[in-house]
């Protein structure tokens, strides 16, 4: 990948124009790929690269070329550019649907474009990893080990999974490996952000929407969870959502079909729902900005991303990771990291979590003058002089901190935590009190 772009797009057909100039002032690099059988795509999975299949303008040949292509290069993301008139039940026209990660409904809406460009770019880079599909949730640490198991359990049931946690610690990323785990991980991956939607357009980008459904609506549009069909749809921050998408999301989750706005049609869709917050949803509920029968339906299984601060080691073994990632694609001079960077890594808080760790880690491999990155080149010189000025500060962290381990090792069960610590119940449930952990959230 060039410095300063975003990836290759691989367009398999012909865009327009203002598209290709809308993607070129966006950072993408277009490779424009004819629809004559036998062509290569020049296109490597791990190259960053995104294929992009458009069907539009497609006759009973391109398409053919177009399934042959996607079948031998699965490895890359394909998004699918589809229009209203596109034959859908051709068997070569439904494979191509099938096997894209995202379709896209024509006349081609850009900003969503992009934004389903740069999510697949960023899953062509993390699959560059390696083969195992947890290949990115680096972690030994026990409390990741609880988590990764819980994952291997869940991916291949059919439930819902409501996936808690701080920011940044990696729930997108659990939620794709809960997907590309599961039978269904030849079918698309749809991550959406509620909380990004625009409040007046929920509706119509969660279910889609009729042509005339409301001024301004030309087209049908499929939403994000019909193109999830086959597939799984991830509802990121999804106590954000407004009540009345709450309440036709939980008709969705009860009836398996959903109307687009301005019909009344229902279309049976079949797609597992992940979701995951930051926010108490409980006390969501119980305030009554979310709906406690919605809340059961997504809460089935649970899957609770821990901290970075609680996963010990862990923090180095992603410093690392993250480090020798950029050096993959940048020069650096820093190879690993100092002593004192360690200790330094392992006292800080991490509020940001996963995420803070990358940037920190990907800003000092930048910054560095030495082949081992110091506190300095982390900007973590701060925190860890307050946490030594204050020996009291770092006694209470490290209680908690082995509190809330040996709960998660536990399994939350009080008793056994307490006789694992050598303390009594009460006093477990003293601990919890004082540092105000809740059990509920943390399991
Ligand atoms: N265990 C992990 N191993 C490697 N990378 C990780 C891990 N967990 C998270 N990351 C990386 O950290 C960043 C944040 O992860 P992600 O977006 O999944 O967090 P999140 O909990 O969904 O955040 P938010 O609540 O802000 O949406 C991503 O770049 C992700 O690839």
Redesign the pocket.
Known sequence: MVNGSRGCVVWFGHPAEHERDILIRAGWQIRRVGTAIGVDTGAHQGDGVVALADMRHCDAPALASMDRLMAEHSGIPWIVLRAPETPAREPSAKRVLESGREILMAPVDMPRLLEALRRAGNAAR?DVTGGDHLA????RSPVMVTTVASVHKFAPVELPVLIT?E???????AAAALHRMSARRAGPFVPINCGALAPNLVQSELFGHERGAFTGANMRRIGHIESAAGGTVFL??VGDLPLEAQTNLLRFLQEGSLERVGSSQPISIDVRVLA?T?VDLEKAVAQGSFREDLYYRLNVLRLH?PPLRERGGDVEL?AQ?FLDHFREQHCSYARGFSSAARRAMRSYSWPGN??EL?NRVQRAAVVAEDALIGPADLDLRTNVGMIHRSLGLARVAAERDAIVACLRESQFNISECARRLSISRVTVYRLCKKHQLQLEDMR
Do not use: C, I, N
């Open positions: 993390q990115e949730m680096v972690g946690g920011t940044g610690t990696g729930k997108e990323v990121d921050e995951a930051h991303m992603l990771h996963v995420r990358l």
